[in-house]
């Protein structure tokens, strides 16, 4: 039973550390001046930033700027 009771458990090391990893994305000086100035042309339409830097997605970026420029602070 107690095999059983471990293979009910869906979460992988793996996926812990892919977690981690998503949530500590760091942007280069250059890619954070450039999403500033998109949004400041488009809003919040993230993938439309995204799709200016090359290899990050809109998640990532929506992350970056609600993290960074966050009103509650």
Known sequence: M???DRSSNNSSPDSKV???Q???VEFSEAEEILIAM???LVGE???LIAGRIPGRTAEEIEKYWTSR???SQ
């Open 2 to 4: 107690a095999d059983i």
């Open 18 to 20: 892919k977690s981690i």
């Open 22 to 24: 998503t949530s500590t």
């Open 38 to 40: 998109v949004y400041n």
């Open 45 to 47: 339409r993230w993938s």
């Open 69 to 71: 420029y966050s009103s």
